[in-house]
């Protein structure tokens, strides 16, 4: 390492540091993967773009050197989507969480899946609502205490992954901030694969999610999604009950059946100009 | 130069101007009476290499608008009353965020849903103040096909002028009627492009004021790496909270794009105003009903006239105010219960202010205006 400059000192905006994010934070994880990942796929980071909401997760691309646009709470992906639509060369990458991606922004979200446009979306999923406190959000599962389910939640949540595939996307994959490696692969692919792809990090929230149901500290909380992690070709073996409190990681989806959005808008361009 | 005529409805007129002005995106959500605008832009994009997408709603249509123009595109969406409101919370990140879009706005009678397919008045103050906070927006009104065709070019010189978002306002009758216009040459007109930054990619603040108020913008992927908050952001786009002065300064920086460039954006018409001791206030298609009223009036010896504000924001209150000042009394028609009314009070000085309003998804017959007018003359 003498001469070549470690990914962190060019892609992270060091004059923006430190982050806003809480001590033991999971997010400070998942930009370490994300920029990884992005280092090992060599694309041109100067034709990476970075769209985030609102959120804890959606400050990450404040701290990266790419450029970046720092949407409202919900629309980071039909911002993306403007931007990828307009200009396909760009590679596109959104940063979310739970609640941005899968409650305001829940429509956008089945709707980016379902066009199947090569953008990549990485939602942090660490259960609440962190910027504002620790409420809970559509992945808080059923019973957990936030500052809004106090006697336990009773709205069932969201699988994001098996809502991605559901809706359409081509790429769907859960990792978490324990395993780092199989997040930064999955990322990676995601930026490859050319269609929509979803890449969970499940994330810990130790001063909220995680304080508020006794979940111990940062270290705790990375050893139980070490210990509840269970890789999706065993949990499709696996009953339902043996599957509670489990966190399936793995592939979802990898399809190559659907065409991807823009390349099919080119083809519209080409029959358009040739005036059919 | 060659004269080329064509028949058109608004709507048409504006799709074309667009794509003429540059426009190479556009992204919408099907709404009456704006749907010709996507229709036609679905259809005439692609043939000009340009993008159409229907996103899944009107938030979504306006924030692709957005990430479209980032991206270095002339974009547009077109919608309605419902439509409009949805757009607001992305409206003011364009404002924010300093993109240039354009929005092409048909009025329909509201509130709510209201009558979706009969012409209205009643978002002057929407598209003024439907953001919230304080912000820097645009909006032209045109009263006929052909000036709908003007200022759908000129919406987008502004645009890319002042980084400001600029708003086409129409209403449903001038959205669907057909008039015969003129298109304009290509020689007869300017595309305005967004001014590129020209520093090293090293040194690119893509917030700092270059003395103009209106920094340079950079499209992702040109080699400049830009961020950009929604939230309060310095020169480097970076959300800064606890720093009231930068507060201030940007908000004030924001907001004068268009108050320290009034000469260049404000425009209006005055009709048989020379001689006139009473002044009506209209604008819009609805303008042209009043003028038909001054005109019967004039022949029955009433001196009136019409001052027709084409940009309704910024309104035109200077110039407003110098016209006030010899005037017995001052009329605003408009289709709502009084909007510009108190706009026009505030230019009006101590001449008295009378209002002619018809909120009924009608167009205000010449012969209600000049039966109003002589009513209190």
Redesign the interface.
């Known amino acids: 390492m003498s001469e070549k400059q470690h990914v962190f000192d060019t892609f992270l905006?060091q004059d923006?540091l430190p982050h806003i994010w809480c001590p033991g934070c999971g997010n400070g994880i998942v930009i370490n993967a994300l920029i990884r990942a992005i280092e090992k796929t060599e694309i041109d980071?100067?034709?990476v773009?970075i769209?985030s909401g609102i959120g804890c997760s959606s400050r990450a691309?404040?701290y990266m050197?790419?450029?970046?646009?720092?949407?409202?709470h919900g629309?980071a992906?039909?911002?993306?989507?403007?931007?990828?639509?307009?200009?396909p060369?760009?590679k596109v990458i959104v940063v979310t969480g739970d609640g941005d991606c899968t409650s305001i922004g829940g429509?956008?979200f089945i709707?980016a899946c379902r066009r199947n446009i090569d953008i990549t979306t990485v939602v942090f999923n660490n259960n609440n609502y962190g910027m504002t406190g620790g409420q809970f959000s559509p992945t808080t599962p059923l019973g957990s205490k936030t500052k809004t389910s106090v006697y336990g939640s009773i709205d069932t949540p969201f699988d994001i992954c098996s809502l991605a595939a559901a809706a359409g996307a081509t790429y769907v994959a859960r990792s978490t901030v324990y395993h780092v490696n199989m997040l930064i692969n999955q990322i990676a692919e995601g930026i490859n694969h050319q269609g929509f792809s979803v890449v969970e990090a499940v994330c810990d929230c130790p001063t909220l999610y995680g304080r508020l149901n006794k979940k111990g500290a940062a270290p705790d909380m990375l050893l139980g999604f070490k210990e509840n992690a269970v890789m999706k070709a065993k949990a499709d073996t696996m009953t339902e009950e043996e599957l509670k409190g489990k966190i399936v990681i793995g592939n979802f989806a990898k399809r190559v059946d659907r065409k991807e959005y823009t390349a099919q808008?080119d083809s519209?361009?080409e029959?358009?100009?040739g005036g059919h | 130069m060659e004269n080329t005529y064509e028949i058109m409805t608004g709507n048409e007129a504006c799709t074309h101007a667009a794509i003429a002005a540059g426009m190479r995106f556009f992204a919408g959500y099907p709404i009456t009476p704006a749907t010709e605008i996507a229709e036609l832009s679905s259809e005439w994009l692609p043939k000009v290499g340009g993008k159409y997408m229907q996103m899944e709603d009107e938030l979504a249509s306006m924030a692709a608008i957005i990430g479209a123009s980032s991206a270095g595109a002339k974009a547009m969406t077109a919608t309605s009353g419902p439509g409009y409101s949805l757009m607001q919370e992305n409206l003011g990140y364009a404002a924010m965020a300093e993109v240039p879009i354009v929005v092409a706005y048909a009025m329909r009678q509201g509130p709510c849903q209201g009558v979706a397919t009969l012409p209205a008045q009643g978002d002057i103050m929407q598209v003024r103040w439907g953001v919230h906070g304080d912000h820097p927006i645009i909006a032209v009104a045109p009263a006929s096909v052909g000036e709908v065709y003007t200022e759908t070019i000129r919406a987008f010189n502004l645009a890319e002028t002042y980084r400001v978002p600029v708003v086409i306002m129409t209403d449903a009758m001038l959205a669907h009627m057909s008039e015969r216009i003129r298109i304009p040459d290509s020689s007869e007109y300017e595309c305005v492009d967004r001014k590129r930054p020209t520093c090293p990619p090293e040194e690119f603040k893509p917030f700092a004021d270059d003395g103009t108020g209106i920094p340079p913008m950079a499209s992702f992927g040109d080699g400049y790496r830009w961020y950009c908050s929604g939230l309060i952001h310095d020169e480097t786009g970076f959300p800064v909270s606890d720093n009231p002065q930068l507060t201030s300064d940007s908000i004030k920086r924001l907001v004068g794009k268009v108050e320290n460039n009034l000469k260049d954006i404000e425009s209006y018409e005055e009709y048989k105003t020379e001689d006139a001791e009473y002044l009506i206030v209209s604008i819009g298609l609805l303008s042209r009903s009043v003028k038909d009223a001054v005109d019967q009036a004039r022949q029955e010896g009433i001196k009136v006239g019409v001052f027709r504000p084409i940009t309704v924001w910024p309104f035109p209150e200077q110039r407003l105010a110098e016209l006030s000042q010899n005037k017995r009394k001052l009329f605003v028609c408009e289709m709502n219960e009084g909007q510009l009314y108190h706009v026009v009070r505030e230019s009006a000085g101590v001449t008295p202010v009378v209002q002619i309003t018809q909120n009924n998804g009608k167009m205000i017959a010449a012969e209600t205006i000049l039966k109003a007018l002589k009513e209190e003359i």
Not at chain 1, 65 to 72: D, E, G, R, S, V
């Open positions: 905006r923006k980071p100067d034709n773009v769209v691309n404040g050197n790419f450029c970046a646009l720092h949407t409202n629309r992906l039909p911002y993306a989507t403007g931007v990828k639509m307009f200009n060369k760009l429509n956008h709707h808008y519209i361009i029959s358009a100009k």
